[in-house]
């Protein structure tokens, strides 16, 4: 499976990204910068947490008019799987790929810590590995992770088997307790927490492996 990590001003977890693509994979992932307008031929693209533009007028806001992201939308009508991961998500959100938006966390502080995913839609590429209420112990980090939609699109969204994770224990206000969603072709995954920092016994966690290793028996 051949793979890409974007990397923006402000991108801090494309090494932790980098490293759980290559363990799970035993390939390199190319490494492409957001001014650049092309990509290579690869099954993944991911868009890793951190902080895209210092997170100025709205987090993802700038990061979503980046050149590379027409190739992104491009290759996400294709087929191409695209997966954003916190500060990823945001900018999936912003540039319409994914519905909705990441507001400020209900108590107006940055969280970092252990929390508990539950697993909604396991017909994925992203989840096919899991079991439907499946519990994965990961890690959030972040300021704006408050998941919000409008009544009518959150109808949709829940309607359509459109989200993946749920929190069993909200951490930020997030509508529905959503931690990821979908869109509606599910090639296209944006989630919150971080499970590329749960994938070796050092990280506290091994949970985060199985999406890594559920989108690598799709595409291989």
Same mark, same amino acid.
């Given at each position: 499976?051949? &793979?890409?990590? %974007?990397? =923006? ?18 390939? !390199?992932? *190319?490494?492409?910068?957001? +001014?650049? &307008? ?10 890793? +947490?951190? =902080? ?10 700038? $990061? $979503?008019? $980046? ?5 992104? !939308? ?5 087929? /191409?799987? /695209? ?5 990823? =998500? ?15 966390? !209900? ?25 439907? +209420?499946?519990?994965?112990? /990961? ?18 969204? @829940? +309607?359509?088997?459109? %989200? $993946? ?28 927490? *971080?499970? @590329?920092?749960?994938? @070796? ?10 999406? =890594?290793? &559920? ?6």
């Amino acid at each position: 499976m051949r &793979s890409a990590i %974007v990397v =923006f001003p402000g991108s801090n977890r494309e090494r932790d990204a980098a490293l759980a693509l290559e363990r799970a994979t035993g390939r !390199k992932p *190319h490494i492409v910068w957001h +001014g650049d &307008s092309t990509l290579p031929d690869v099954d993944l693209i991911l868009l890793p +947490g951190g =902080f895209s533009y210092g997170d100025y007028l709205r987090t993802g806001a700038m $990061a $979503a008019y $980046a050149p590379i992201m027409n190739e992104i !939308k491009a290759r996400a009508a294709k087929g /191409v799987r /695209v997966w954003g991961i916190c500060n990823g =998500f945001q900018i999936l959100c912003e540039s319409g790929l994914l519905p909705g938006i990441l507001l400020r966390n !209900k108590g107006l502080k940055f969280i970092c810590k252990p929390v508990t995913l539950n697993v909604e839609n396991t017909d994925s590429d992203f989840t096919r590995l899991c079991r439907k +209420g499946q519990d994965l112990r /990961v890690v959030v980090a972040h300021g704006d992770g408050n998941y919000f939609a409008e009544a009518n699109a959150l109808a949709r969204i @829940e +309607g359509e088997g459109q %989200v $993946a994770f749920r929190y069993r224990e909200n951490p930020n206000g997030s509508v529905n307790d959503i931690a990821g969603i979908f869109n509606k072709e599910r090639n296209v995954l944006g989630m919150m927490p *971080h499970p @590329e920092d749960a994938v @070796e016994p050092l990280h506290g966690s091994t949970d985060g492996k199985i999406l =890594f290793d &559920s989108i690598v028996q799709a595409l291989a």
